[in-house]
């Protein structure tokens, strides 16, 4: 879903300002939210999400504020109603961490460009 403005607000370059999109959800457990930013404001504004994707968890209650930066040369305004990102909601599985020795694979510690891709 498209994330809109509720305020008027003028980045300015290289300042990140957390816009207010008036919205807040209640997520239940083992559900997230991702918040991403918008490619047309990037492409044509560089406008950006200094964070993304940006994460709520189940837990969060607050207003969602989108986080941006301008990355262009000259301030850029805001305007309410302005689609300033997208919010993808989706299943996540929780994992409960084990310590112990990794098992062997043909890979190894390679990092980078080791699998021959």
Known sequence: MDLTSVEEVTLEPGVP?????????ELPPGWEAQ?????GLALKHAI????????????????????LINLGREAYTIHAGDRVAQMVVARYEA???VEEQPAESQR???????SGR
């Open 48 to 67: 950006a999400m200094p964070n993304a994707p940006g994460t709520i968890d189940p837990g969060y209650r607050g207003e969602l504020r989108v986080p």
């Open 17 to 25: 300002r957390a816009v207010a999109t008036g919205l807040t959800i």
């Open 108 to 114: 190894g510690a390679g990092g980078f460009g080791s």
């Open 35 to 39: 918040v991403r930013p918008r490619s």
């Open 95 to 97: 994992v409960e961490w």
